[in-house]
């Protein structure tokens, strides 16, 4: 029994699925989730007003909370950004004429039906805010902060058009990934990519056969998971049916860079139960910290700089930008440009690791 015990042990801890689906992905897990609960993990985009008194009490400590993340720019610019959704409101702070009254300072919340989302949160910190700096700088006086709140029109953001661009990610990697990598193993482990091999056919033309039926595949799906969201949920297209191709551009520009790592993985892989692992450890950490099934915002300000170059986050920021902002192709272009250095490291570790043969 003793022995059976000691080399199943063994067997386990060599078994990379059992550690990583033990020990590691639960570690990541709470990582990430941990860091949501710490403190200042939630921040709120919000800008001030160009006429906005900042020189008081009032404006330094909204500025040095942790929770705020001031975006500057000019009046036509912040204006967009709010019809658009991307901060979620504009704040004028004023002071009252008469001292002797109440109240001291006037704060007017200016947000837009596209901003909805982040201002259940805006108005519970405010109150705090509100309550903690009349009891700590007017204590001794009857002056306190007004909040007064407007709402301006806005595209109208729903929850789907957050939602869908995330699961179209989620399954464009998934697809793409294990997808060719179970793929191109499997044919290699049963020798039939060594016969095409050795056919007249060229040998770049075989592996553009096998990844263009897998694009046009989940192509499709991505067609029919756009159409399940416009007609039963009312899925935003900004533009109609020129957003409609711009997405399915997108789309296809990620399955181009998600197709490469299944090639490495396929061809690093010594046999189809490390595939999973060497998958996950790629897609996993992306999954949620991507955007994928909730805002990066929510993550601490010290992992936005890396968050922002993986590629999964770029086809989630490509994809809302262009669903529910209107952005053109052209205006994503920081977005593309992150895919396209992705595909050509990528691609250049393929093309070091592709194998015929086992």
Known sequence: MLAITKASLRATFRSPQAVFFSLFFPIVLVAIFGALGGKGGASVDIAFAKNADTANAVYFTMKNTP???????????????????????????????????????YLHVTTSSASQKDFPLLQSVLSDLSNKIDASIFKDKPSFISISHETIKGREYKMIDFFLPGMIGFSLIGAAVFGVAFSFYSLRETLVLKRMYSSPIRKQYIVLGESLARVIFQLTTVVVLLLFGKYLYGFTLANGFITFIDLLVISFCALIVFMGFGFVISGVA????????????FMFPQYFLSGTFFPKGALPES???????????????????????GAGIISCYKELGILTVWGIIIYAVAAKTFKWEQ
């Open 67 to 105: 929770v705020f993340n001031i975006v500057k720019g000019d009046e036509a610019t912040i204006t967009d950004k709010l019809k658009k959704g991307r901060i979620t409101a504009v704040i004028d702070i004023q002071k009252a004429k008469d001292d002797t009254i109440a109240p001291k300072y």
């Open 270 to 281: 010594k046999n189809q139960n490390v595939i999973p692992v060497y998958a996950n450890l």
């Open 303 to 325: 992992l936005q700089a890396i968050i922002k170059f993986l590629p999964l986050t770029a086809v989630n920021d490509a994809m809302r930008n262009i669903s529910f902002e």
